[in-house]
């Protein structure tokens, strides 16, 4: 393989950072986003009414989205545990009992568990992926 200039090996890493921080792809996916949400707002900009139409509106990804929210939170939040340990051996079936029932407790009890879920959930089906920060609060 021939050795790589300078120039190229910077021009490969700009395009690598662009890629990174949402190059193209993520203009494209920026734009659907929006769409969506004009669309679940009942908002139809890129179809505006002709002059002399109806200005009625479809709210079928609203109805579509709030639809669904109830089953798939039934899937996630319908059983008494959020998350379950499974045990490796039969000698980890206390510990594995034990942390269940605590990060379900820190999960359910101590923070938002049911809200976080709800909106993660909704982003997911509004945005096309969705993200929830976990993290340990020594404080």
Same mark, same amino acid.
């Given at each position: 393989?021939?050795?790589?200039?300078?120039? +190229?090996?910077?021009?490969?890493?700009?395009? +690598?950072?662009?890629?990174?921080?949402? $190059?193209?792809?993520?203009?494209?996916?920026?734009?659907?986003?929006?769409?969506? =949400?004009?669309?679940?707002? $009942? +908002?139809?900009?890129? =179809?505006?009414?002709? #002059?002399?139409?109806? !200005?009625?509106?479809?709210?079928?990804?609203?109805?579509?989205? #709030?639809?669904?929210?109830? &089953?798939?939170? /039934?899937?996630?939040?319908?059983? /008494? /545990?959020?998350?379950?340990? &499974?045990?490796?051996? #039969?000698?980890? /079936?206390?510990?594995? @009992?034990?942390?269940?029932?605590?990060?379900?407790?820190?999960?359910?009890?101590? &923070?938002? $568990?049911? =809200?976080?879920?709800?909106?993660?959930? @909704?982003?997911?089906?509004?945005?096309? &992926?969705?993200?929830? !920060?976990?993290?340990?609060?020594?404080?």
């Amino acid at each position: 393989m021939p050795k790589m200039t300078d120039t +190229e090996l910077k021009a490969l890493l700009q395009a +690598e950072r662009s890629a990174s921080l949402g $190059g193209l792809l993520a203009s494209d996916l920026s734009t659907d986003r929006a769409k969506a =949400m004009d669309y679940y707002n $009942g +908002e139809m900009k890129d =179809m505006p009414p002709g #002059e002399g139409q109806s !200005k009625a509106v479809s709210r079928d990804v609203a109805d579509t989205v #709030e639809g669904l929210l109830p &089953n798939l939170m /039934e899937i996630f939040e319908g059983g /008494e /545990e959020v998350v379950r340990f &499974n045990p490796v051996s #039969e000698e980890d /079936e206390p510990a594995a @009992k034990q942390e269940t029932q605590y990060v379900n407790h820190v999960y359910s009890q101590k &923070n938002p $568990g049911f =809200m976080i879920s709800y909106t993660f959930i @909704k982003d997911a089906l509004l945005q096309k &992926n969705s993200i929830v !920060k976990i993290y340990w609060d020594k404080t």
